[in-house]
């Protein structure tokens, strides 16, 4: 997945544990160990605003976007035209 996941960066820089952080965000060290480990597939804003809210700091220093190759078919933001919009595409994509 092309995000990856700073907490331990951030728990460094707080001088915390991942047992602490857990405790104070309100989850289990299990479940943060899957988002911190880059398991999760998804994370609830909620969960996400609580972590923030206990590290003090901004969703930018949790969270950082690296961009895949481009053989996993996701495309990237290179498949923009001259005008911004994504192409057109033949087949439409399921939502």
Do not use: W, Y
């Amino acid at each position: 997945m092309p995000i990856t996941v700073d907490i331990d960066i951030m728990l460094a820089r707080r001088k915390m544990s991942v047992g602490q952080l857990a405790e104070r965000v309100g989850i289990t060290p299990a479940n943060l160990a899957v988002l911190k480990n880059g398991r999760a597939k998804a994370v609830r804003f909620a969960t996400l605003a609580a972590l923030c809210d206990v590290l003090d700091c901004q969703p930018g220093d949790l969270l950082r976007f690296e961009a895949a190759d481009s053989s996993d078919g996701l495309g990237s933001s290179h498949d923009l035209d001259d005008s911004g919009d994504a192409p057109a595409r033949d087949t439409p994509v399921a939502g």
